[in-house]
């Protein structure tokens, strides 16, 4: 599964937009993004996955550029609830990847008041 | 429907035990895999079961076993416990072929504390 790198820590104010970058620059062509986060001492929690187009769900959006070589996660309206470590993975799809994921450092987002 | 269970929540063992930790998988996934997460560390993969075989491992030693029931369920072994086991010990369900990409679900995980 292709590297993926991301800030250490970010900080977002309540109600502002939350953009989290990650590089992906080896991705190869079968591999998708996906984004989970970890809210302290909980375990992970799916957010988003996408392959190549931009993606929307009721958590979160994904932008993926076109040479797929990086992606942003996109909290449209961040609240103190989404204070998490947020991991960008890529992995190949379908069969046994589906469990088996690979965990950078993450980001640490910290939102405030 | 139930998400993934764990169990237990906390667990206290002394160096040199034996430790079982527990996983009931969501409703309608098939293959559970098992990480373990020190604290302020990512979670690493240990290894992943389906039919009741463990399909891929991480770099763990053999101290580290499991088990797959066939109901889906699944068990986590670690034998003569070393103060470096002290973990988040985290469960994760999917399914092993699908139509598109899913995702896995995650427990809340078991904090293991080894003394």
């Known amino acids: 599964d292709a590297k993926t790198t991301q800030p250490t820590s970010m900080d977002c104010a309540e109600g502002r937009a939350a953009n989290l970058p990650c590089n992906h620059s080896?991705?190869?062509?079968?591999?998708?993004v996906y984004w989970y986060r970890q809210i302290h001492s909980q375990g992970p929690q799916y957010i988003i996955h996408?392959?190549?187009n931009n993606e929307t769900n009721e958590m979160a959006s994904l932008i993926i550029t076109e040479d797929r070589k990086s992606s942003t996660l996109i909290l449209p309206h961040a609240t103190l609830r989404d204070t998490a470590v947020y991991y960008c993975i890529v992995r190949v799809g379908g069969g046994t990847s589906y469990g088996k994921l690979t965990f950078g450092q993450g980001t640490i987002l910290t939102v405030h008041p | 429907d139930a998400g993934v269970t764990q169990s237990p929540t906390h667990l206290i063992k002394t160096r040199g035990q034996q430790v079982t930790l527990r996983c009931s998988p969501k409703?309608?996934?098939?293959?559970v895999s098992w990480y373990q997460q020190a604290l302020g560390q990512e979670p690493q993969f240990i290894f992943q079961?389906?039919?009741?075989?463990e399909r891929q491992r991480g770099n763990f030693p053999d101290r580290f076993s499991g088990h797959q029931f066939p109901n889906y369920s699944s068990e986590l072994n670690v034998n003569a416990l070393l103060l470096g086991d002290s973990a988040l010990y985290l469960c994760a369900s999917s399914v092993q072929w699908g139509s598109g990409n899913t995702e896995a679900f995650f427990g809340q995980g078991t904090r293991l504390t080894v003394v």
């Open positions: 079961y389906y039919e009741e075989e």
């Open positions: 996408g392959l190549k």
């Open positions: 080896t991705i190869s062509g079968n591999e998708y």
């Open positions: 409703s309608g996934h098939d293959t």
